[in-house]
């Protein structure tokens, strides 16, 4: 990618330069994701503790996963600096917190790392929520 950077063809050296800018920003900012995901498990965990039981989708009977369902809070999905997680309405306010608190102290930097919080019941029906 980097011998690209010298072509005498100017859009090839644009594209190879904001790769090179790109990939170093888009690693840091996924070890950044990676770092607060592993800190919102462990708070997480010891907040909720009966959200760390793993659901087992394939092998569990609608039992097992209607009570996985009603626990208090757990990931659902990582898309790439997206957390989503399931929550009980009930449980909301303090689990909205908690993952914002870790998502915007992960890591000690010099600015402010934005969190935005949305929920609803389905992806498509998003709303921002403020944290209190």
Not at 35 to 43: C, W
Not at 72 to 101: G, Q, R
């Amino acid at each position: 990618m980097y011998d690209f950077c010298n072509s005498l063809l100017c859009f090839v050296s644009a594209q190879a330069e904001r790769q090179a800018v790109n990939s170093r920003i888009q690693g840091s900012a996924s070890d950044l994701v990676k770092l607060a995901m592993n800190r919102i498990h462990f708070r997480l965990g010891s907040v909720f503790p009966e959200s760390l039981n793993p659901v087992h989708w394939k092998v569990g009977t609608p039992a097992s996963i209607q009570s996985k369902l009603n626990a208090p809070c757990f990931p659902v999905l990582n898309l790439h600096d997206e957390l989503m997680f399931e929550v009980n309405n009930y449980f909301l306010p303090l689990a909205a917190k908690e993952i914002k608190l870790q998502m915007e102290s992960c890591i000690n930097l010099n600015i402010k790392i934005p969190v935005v919080v949305r929920t609803g019941r389905t992806w498509g029906a998003l709303s921002p929520y403020e944290v209190l």
